[in-house]
């Protein structure tokens, strides 16, 4: 596995990569300047000849993770695995929360809107629009350190009906399982067979309620998230006396992000003017099995990008982080929020310097007072903010080996 270090000219544009010991030198005869340390890069402080390679940039876009390669006729230049935020649903869902509770603090008022919004034309769920920006995000990133002039990304199409029946044909799509009932709740009544799934009637209990197997927040209100039981249990179930058996199914958050988005990524990738071309995941696993290369997401990014025999490089981790802290303004009564209303100075993901040692930031508590760091060796420690120093912001994704 090699490394290397990703050079910019002095209009800051993208040039082949050097490796270490070339940028090391650079550096030393004062030929260069240091503008970024992960990935490292180096910024050229003289002119020079600006030949450039083909570079092609694969994407195994998805759900969770996304895998990149950026790779040459002889070399793979960068490689890395992005893990994207599950928090966005959460989050959401707190931000409306708060809303909803200014109604009815002493503040001002504020009109409900809930009525007038219309929803544009290629709308997306919230959770949806931020993982296909992160998609664009971390691809402009990788254009500002290397030269990439074509773009592959994989692309997929889940029949979600196919998948649960695999015999589902002709017209049988119009007639899915919830035909012929008014909503979920008389469907699920219907499929438990109006008996407590738990007790199986053993309570006595004729009441009957629907349950959410994982929170409707995250799980919302499919049939396969929903079981019968009776207000007994329920009861019970809510208080943590009891625990149900039945597992919530993994529902297909992932094939259902994919089909949505899958042309809408194209089309505003094209739009900024790069050569763009995609595939679909059976070929890349014909490919990937004739390389005999095991599965993964920068194995797959690999032979996306078209890659055979090429020299791999070091892999990089990249965790997304959150960018800022929710804030509240003070109100014009003078009442204090119910959150805080200071932006912490330092946030997960930012490089610092305790000592002459380079750290990360992994949390910041003590209202914004401490922070808690880990060093390159793995050993995790809380320092007060007033001993370190900030090197560079995390810039919503760090880069680790």
Same mark, same amino acid.
């Given at each position: 596995?090699?490394?290397?270090?990703?050079?910019?000219?002095?209009?800051?544009?993208?040039?082949?990569?050097?490796?270490?010991?070339?940028?090391?030198?650079?550096?030393?005869?004062?030929?260069?300047?240091?503008?970024?340390?992960?990935?490292?890069?180096?910024?050229?402080?003289?002119?020079?000849?600006?030949?450039?390679?083909?570079?092609?940039?694969?994407?195994?876009?998805?759900?969770?993770?996304?895998?990149?390669?950026?790779?040459?006729?002889?070399?793979?230049?960068?490689?890395?695995?992005?893990?994207?935020?599950?928090?966005?649903?959460?989050?959401?869902?707190?931000?409306?929360?708060?809303?909803?509770?200014?109604?009815?603090?002493?503040?001002?008022?504020?009109?409900?809107?809930?009525?007038?919004?219309?929803?544009?034309?290629?709308?997306?769920?919230?959770?949806?629009?931020?993982?296909?920006?992160?998609?664009?995000?971390?691809?402009?990133?990788?254009?500002?350190?290397?030269?990439?002039?074509?773009?592959?990304?994989?692309?997929?199409?889940?029949?979600?009906?196919?998948?649960?029946?695999?015999?589902?044909?002709?017209?049988?799509?119009?007639?899915?399982?919830?035909?012929?009932?008014?909503?979920?709740?008389?469907?699920?009544?219907?499929?438990?067979?109006?008996?407590?799934?738990?007790?199986?009637?053993?309570?006595?209990?004729?009441?009957?309620?629907?349950?959410?197997?994982?929170?409707?927040?995250?799980?919302?209100?499919?049939?396969?998230?929903?079981?019968?039981?009776?207000?007994?249990?329920?009861?019970?179930?809510?208080?943590?006396?009891?625990?149900?058996? #039945?597992?919530?199914?993994?529902?297909?958050?992932?094939?259902?992000?994919?089909?949505?988005?899958?042309?809408?990524?194209?089309?505003?990738?094209?739009?900024?003017?790069?050569?763009?071309?995609?595939?679909?995941?059976?070929?890349?696993?014909?490919?990937?099995?004739?390389?005999?290369?095991?599965?993964?997401?920068?194995?797959?990014?690999?032979?996306?990008?078209?890659?055979?025999?090429?020299?791999?490089?070091?892999?990089?981790?990249?965790?997304?982080?959150?960018?800022?802290?929710?804030?509240?303004?003070?109100?014009?009564?003078?009442?204090?929020?119910?959150?805080?209303?200071?932006?912490?100075?330092?946030?997960?993901?930012?490089? #610092?310097?305790?000592?002459?040692?380079?750290?990360?930031?992994?949390?910041?508590?003590?209202?914004?007072?401490?922070?808690?760091?880990?060093?390159?060796?793995?050993?995790?420690?809380?320092?007060?903010?007033?001993?370190?120093?900030?090197?560079?912001?995390?810039?919503?994704?760090?880069?680790?080996?």
């Amino acid at each position: 596995m090699y490394t290397f270090v990703y050079v910019l000219n002095q209009r800051e544009k993208a040039l082949m990569p050097c490796s270490p010991c070339k940028g090391k030198k650079l550096l030393r005869e004062g030929k260069a300047k240091v503008v970024r340390r992960t990935p490292f890069t180096i910024q050229l402080t003289i002119a020079t000849g600006e030949t450039k390679q083909d570079v092609t940039l694969g994407i195994d876009s998805g759900y969770l993770h996304i895998g990149l390669s950026a790779i040459t006729e002889k070399e793979e230049l960068f490689s890395g695995t992005v893990m994207l935020r599950k928090n966005i649903v959460k989050l959401n869902s707190e931000r409306s929360s708060y809303r909803r509770c200014r109604r009815s603090r002493k503040t001002w008022y504020r009109p409900v809107r809930f009525l007038n919004r219309n929803k544009e034309e290629g709308w997306l769920a919230p959770s949806l629009q931020h993982k296909e920006k992160s998609h664009k995000r971390i691809i402009e990133k990788l254009e500002k350190i290397l030269p990439v002039n074509d773009i592959v990304i994989e692309v997929a199409n889940f029949d979600i009906q196919k998948i649960k029946n695999p015999e589902i044909e002709g017209v049988k799509y119009q007639n899915g399982e919830q035909k012929g009932f008014w909503n979920e709740r008389e469907y699920v009544l219907y499929r438990d067979g109006h008996t407590c799934q738990h007790c199986k009637g053993k309570s006595k209990d004729k009441i009957l309620e629907i349950h959410h197997l994982e929170s409707r927040q995250t799980g919302g209100n499919r049939p396969d998230n929903l079981i019968t039981l009776c207000k007994t249990c329920h009861k019970k179930v809510s208080s943590a006396k009891i625990t149900l058996t #039945v597992k919530p199914s993994k529902g297909y958050r992932e094939a259902g992000f994919m089909t949505t988005i899958r042309w809408k990524l194209l089309s505003s990738l094209k739009e900024r003017g790069k050569k763009l071309s995609y595939t679909y995941g059976y070929i890349t696993k014909k490919k990937r099995i004739e390389l005999a290369i095991p599965k993964s997401h920068i194995n797959d990014a690999f032979v996306i990008a078209g890659g055979k025999e090429q020299r791999r490089s070091k892999s990089y981790s990249i965790i997304q982080h959150r960018r800022h802290n929710r804030s509240l303004q003070t109100n014009r009564k003078g009442y204090k929020p119910s959150i805080r209303k200071k932006k912490y100075p330092y946030q997960p993901g930012d490089r #610092v310097k305790l000592a002459g040692e380079i750290c990360t930031v992994k949390g910041v508590f003590n209202y914004g007072d401490w922070v808690r760091l880990k060093n390159r060796s793995g050993t995790i420690r809380n320092v007060a903010t007033r001993k370190i120093e900030l090197i560079k912001y995390g810039g919503g994704f760090s880069f680790e080996y």
